[in-house]
Every structure is written in C-alpha cells, then in structure tokens.
C-alpha cells in the first residue's frame, strides 16, 4: 500500500498532465480514431486499432490522475522539519566505501521520470525518517543489510 502523500510541486505537475490528456491528447486521439474509423472496414484498420488502443490508455491514466488526485495529501515544507529527515528532504548519505547519494524523499506518484526521487514507501526511506545529519540507518533489503551515514538534509522552501 502506498502513502497518499505527495509534495506541492508533485501536485502540480499531476495536475498538468490531467489537464493536458484531457484538453490536447484525448481530443486529437479521438479525433484520430474518427478519421480511421471512417475509411471503412475496422478489422485491419492499423491506425484505427492503435488510436483506440491509446484513446483506452488515455482514459485509464485520466481516472487514475483524477481519483489519485483527490485523494493525495500535500505535505508542505515546515520549519519543525528543520534537522531531522522527513517527507521532502533532500538527503546526502554516504558509506563506509566512500559512495556518496544524494536524492529526495517523495510521494510514490512522484518518482517516475525522476532519477533523484525515491518514494516514502522505499526501504531507505524507511531507514532515514526522523534521523539527523551524523546518524547512521541501516537499510535492509533482499540484497542485505546496508549502512549508510547521513551527511547533509536540506529542504525547498
């Protein structure tokens, strides 16, 4: 189960991508799909069969944008945060090898198209809530058991 919680820019992009499926992508696939369908024979229509196939993708992701959206909470930035790592924290954590990471705490609908981004449901997420900069988390996974060292948490204001 994922957490409903997402950042305010996380919203505002979900909301951008609601409105243009809905006011440019599904008005020119359907408009597409018209235009095939009224060259007659459908069965072995190509143009015809891929448009209403992505007419159907369009409006599988628009219910899901819709109810996802409405049913997010917005977790924005708050001076209690200061210090500790919490949801939206820009976290750099390093290990005893020298490797060095660097990325975002972030709601699961955030973390697509986002290398930077992991999700507050993650293993490591998990391992860094509520630590400070000098703490260390250990993170368990399938692979094993991981120690990281927390060096720097920032947030956007």
């Known amino acids: 189960m994922k957490t409903p919680l997402i950042t305010r820019e996380g919203l505002e992009k979900l909301k951008a991508e609601l409105d243009h499926l809905w006011r ?47 049913d997010l909470k917005v977790v924005d930035y708050s001076p209690f945060q200061e210090g500790k790592v919490m949801f939206g924290a820009w976290v750099e954590i390093e290990n005893d090898r020298g490797d060095r990471k660097r990325f975002r705490i972030v709601g699961y609908d955030e973390i697509f198209d986002t290398k930077d981004y992991i999700s507050i449901d993650s293993p490591m997420a998990h391992a860094l809530m509520k630590k400070e900069v000098g703490d260390t988390a250990v993170v368990k996974t399938g692979a094993g058991e991981f120690v990281w060292r927390i060096t720097k948490i920032e947030y956007q204001k």
């Open 24 to 70: 440019v992508e599904r008005p020119e696939t359907t408009q597409k799909v018209s235009w095939a369908a009224s060259l007659g024979d459908r069965s072995e229509n190509a143009d015809y069969h891929y448009n209403k196939k992505r007419l159907r993708e369009i409006d599988r992701r628009l219910l899901y944008l819709r109810k996802c959206i409405d």
